[in-house]
């Protein structure tokens, strides 16, 4: 069975400092791995996903994350944190099912 | 573009009602898959229709049941509600079913007393 894991469950960072959110999964065959944030009564919004290629993928409002196959890893990261990117986020995975898997989430709290 | 609707966004039922949730594409995108977010079990993956064909089912009872008609918009259904149904219910549509980027609606907040 496919699974996600998000081993800290709040990040605390400083404004302009960087940040990393942590994500490690477990899935058959290739993976697809995706990173979303929500807002407090809000849906979901997608970040940046890994398909195939590049290891290191961009997305939206400077977030990154790295692809590593051999550590089955998928941190979310970004140079300098803002205090609007206090959220929650989620780390996600496809395998050839596609059913996807969600992590339990990382609370970013940005201080200013 | 319109971002993915969902209706009602609040709703309270009792146990043993039944409930049905609206969700409205984005113009276009053809799948359309929904999730169950709780506390406790975090976010869940319900179903996955595209062109109205269910293509993936997740771990749920058969009280919980889908469709999606011939505009992409999609319906769910929950039979029997027991307490552990009340949830925040999203929507997620996307051009493509499989690893095409999802867009989320806003969610159905369903409380069962």
């Known amino acids: 069975a496919q699974s996600v894991a998000q081993p800290e469950d709040q990040v605390n960072v400083a404004e302009g400092n960087p940040l990393t959110v942590k994500c490690t999964y477990s899935v058959s065959g290739n993976p697809y791995l995706f990173w979303y944030v929500q807002y407090p009564n809000r849906g979901l919004q997608f970040l940046l996903k890994?398909?195939?290629?590049?290891?290191l993928v961009k997305g939206s409002y400077g977030f990154e994350a790295e692809f590593n196959k051999s550590q089955t890893s998928f941190h979310l990261k970004k140079p300098s944190a803002l205090v609007s990117d206090s959220a929650l986020y989620f780390c996600?995975?496809?395998?050839?099912?596609?059913?996807?898997?969600f992590g339990r989430g990382t609370s970013l709290i940005v201080h200013p | 573009k319109a971002g993915v609707t969902q209706t009602p966004r609040y709703l309270i039922k009792t146990r043993g009602q039944q409930v049905t949730l609206s969700c409205s594409p984005i113009?276009?995108?053809?799948?359309v898959s929904w999730y169950q977010q709780t506390p406790g079990q975090g976010l869940q993956f319900l179903f996955e229709y595209f062109s109205e064909t269910q293509r993936n089912k997740g771990n749920f009872p058969g009280r919980f049941s889908g469709r999606q008609f011939s505009n992409s918009r999609s319906e769910m259904n929950v039979s029997t509600l027991e307490l552990g149904d009340s949830a925040l219910y999203l929507c997620a549509s996307s051009g493509l079913a499989g690893t095409d980027t999802q867009y989320f609606g806003p969610g159905t907040r369903l409380t069962v007393l």
């Open positions: 996600a995975v496809r395998g050839g099912s596609y059913i996807p898997t």
């Open positions: 113009s276009g995108h053809r799948s």
């Open positions: 890994y398909i195939t290629g590049d290891n």
